[in-house]
């Protein structure tokens, strides 16, 4: 090899390290959290004008049908000066258009021999351009735009490392645009997890937040965080006419607080107050009175009959820092209130003790229950919105008290997990749905129906969990693949490292992860992309105002939306109405469940059921 070729291979490779040390920094800056999508632009811009060593480089996006482009960011390297002149267009040929679509970079060593039709001679000899460096910009197959490298002056060659370089940049520049969707997305779900999709207020999780923030060390003296607690408890309302009355409510409550305190809205019929500072408790009376003759007058006004009482709950009243216990003494106390009549305020009471003697009896009885037999499993079964079939059933608990009454598992569900009953029972109820399991008959075109149970957090939080997931397959005889276990997002996140290495545990089994609930919890984007999960189980606050509600049915195109893009299915949960089921199936949601379909049952009736929905006609 001569000198001379020796000389331009170690050229080259100089260029091309340069090259790629260039990319290198410019994937760090890119991704860094604070980037924006036009930061992004102006280092894409910058770094691609220095390393190539041209005067302009211009960022556009480019409409196929008009053959046009659009300029979203130039730069001038000479004067460092970056802009976004949205009224440079620029109309291009047909042939040019095609090349986007079909190649990685568009070489123009000479414009005035190569560019002159294109549609784009007036432009670049206006700007005294004399060699162009196109890159088209192309994300999941679609042709978003083209980065142009503009060389000021007369032409000049562009070596196969520039090009490679010059492909390499628009490459950045679409992974810019996919870094700003996927931030705008986590956005939009994390809007979800602490706002009300209604009010815009922070919702009770969020409020929880806040609240743990103000439950720091309090300086003897000081009263600490005080919660008011308003309860609306006013005629049923449908649709936007409920919201309307809410969204009024919450406007006249957020002027009158004029930012000295926060507003949320804890549940369909209450808000909390949490003031930013501390206040005794006639001061606290006093703001909670105001609130109450707030949200009375503005539902009269409406024509909506309702009765606004409100709880006060005060930290000191607190055995230990709980945001949790004061959110729930504050309710408790505007319960009272409601339930006595005699007055609209109450202040929590920590000496009051007829709830919790009422708490221990229901727990013995619950106790006494369990061993007679008077617990049951139920099941609501899971439907295919295309074929209608009942294709899978969540098991659920059910108490046949002696009264003859057969309770839901919400009416009881916390005292058995206070009292520790949540393990044996838990336990128990899994073993049980597997074996009933067994008797779902399997259609003849597909597959045996599959077994949903819930997991509680204390049960998750067990050693023992994934053990004695085994066993109970193993004494029932259920395959692994018919099982799926759901969890709730609150169960997962105390200890996300430990949680990932449990459900990993439990999938090599051979069953699936549900997370229930999905969109009412803390989780975030970071935290599911972790998670090993098999289904999103949309909450049923998400369906009841579908179809006629435009904020439901954004958050259910959102969360659908995600789900596809994650590669999981999605359950939509408490679905009452045909509408309904149309409106899931136009967002992308093919299963679902709720009382349109059936009620919970006993195994017998949902055998009969799976038979019935699996027959044709």
Not at 384 to 400: K, M, P, Q, T, V
Not at 435 to 442: D, E, G, M, N, V
Not at 522 to 534: A, F
Request: glycine fraction near 8%; charge should be negative.
């Amino acid at each position: 090899m001569s000198p001379e070729v020796q000389a331009s291979v170690r050229e080259r490779g100089a260029w091309a390290r340069r090259h790629n040390q260039a990319l290198v920094s410019l994937a760090r800056r890119v991704w860094q959290d604070a980037c924006s999508l036009e930061d992004a632009f102006a280092v894409i811009c910058e770094t691609a004008a220095e390393t190539l060593d041209v005067e302009r480089v211009n960022i556009w996006r480019h409409d196929p049908e008009a053959r046009r482009l659009s300029c979203l960011h130039h730069y001038q390297r000479s004067t460092g000066r970056h802009s976004r002149p949205r009224d440079m267009v620029l109309h291009v040929d047909a042939d040019y258009s095609q090349a986007l679509d079909e190649v990685r970079v568009i070489n123009m060593a000479s414009v005035e021999r190569d560019g002159g039709g294109n549609g784009l001679g007036e432009y670049l000899r206006r700007h005294g351009i004399g060699s162009l460096l196109d890159a088209p910009v192309r994300s999941a197959g679609e042709l978003l735009g083209v980065i142009c490298h503009e060389h000021v002056g007369p032409s000049r060659v562009w070596t196969p490392e520039d090009q490679a370089f010059a492909g390499s940049i628009g490459d950045y520049v679409a992974m810019a645009y996919e870094i700003d969707r996927r931030r705008r997305l986590e956005g939009q779900v994390r809007h979800l997890e602490l706002f009300d999709p209604h009010t815009s207020l922070p919702n009770r999780d969020h409020l929880v937040q806040l609240v743990h923030a103000a439950l720091r060390p309090i300086p003897g003296g000081e009263a600490g965080p005080v919660v008011i607690h308003l309860h609306l408890d006013a005629s049923p309302h449908e649709g936007d006419a409920r919201h309307e009355v809410l969204v009024e409510a919450a406007t006249r409550l957020l002027e009158e607080l004029d930012g000295h305190a926060t507003l949320a809205r804890v549940r369909g019929n209450a808000f909390a107050v949490l003031p930013h500072r501390a206040m005794h408790e006639t001061e606290a009376l006093e703001l909670a009175e105001r609130c109450t003759d707030l949200a009375q007058a503005q539902l009269d006004a409406s024509g909506t009959a309702a009765i606004v009482t409100a709880g006060i709950a005060f930290a000191r009243d607190l055995s230990a820092p709980s945001a949790d216990n004061l959110l729930r003494n504050a309710e408790t106390a505007a319960l009272t209130a409601r339930s006595s009549r005699l007055h609209r305020c109450e202040v929590f009471d920590a000496g009051r003790h007829r709830e919790l003697v009422a708490r221990i009896r229901t727990e013995r009885a619950l106790r006494d229950a369990f061993e007679s037999g008077q617990l049951k499993v139920h099941f609501q079964p899971e439907v295919d919105l295309s074929s209608g079939r009942w294709i899978a059933a969540e098991a659920l608990l059910r108490w046949h008290d002696s009264d003859g009454n057969c309770r839901p598992a919400c009416e009881f569900i916390d005292i058995i997990e206070g009292c520790g009953l949540i393990l044996p029972i838990g336990r128990w109820m899994l073993g049980e749905a597997c074996r009933q399991a067994l008797a779902w008959p399997a259609p003849a075109d597909g597959p045996a129906p599959r077994l949903r149970v819930n997991l509680s957090a204390r049960q998750f939080a067990q050693a023992s969990l994934v053990d004695d997931v085994r066993q109970a397959l193993a004494d029932s005889g259920l395959p692994p693949s018919r099982l799926c276990v759901e969890l709730t997002e609150s169960a997962l996140l105390p200890d996300i490292d430990t949680a990932v290495d449990t459900l990993k545990r439990l999938r090599e089994l051979g069953i699936s992860i549900a997370l229930d609930d999905f969109g009412t919890g803390y989780s975030s984007l970071s935290h599911l992309k972790r998670l090993p999960i098999d289904v999103l189980k949309l909450d049923r606050s998400f369906i009841a105002g579908l179809p006629d509600d435009p904020h439901d049915l954004a958050i259910v195109q959102a969360i659908a939306g995600l789900a596809r893009s994650t590669g999981l299915d999605v359950v939509a949960e408490g679905v009452e109405t045909e509408a309904q089921v149309r409106a899931l199936r136009d967002c992308g949601v093919e299963r679902a469940q709720g009382f349109l379909f059936s009620k919970a049952v006993e195994n017998a009736e949902l055998v009969q059921g799976f038979g019935a929905s699996a027959t044709p006609g």
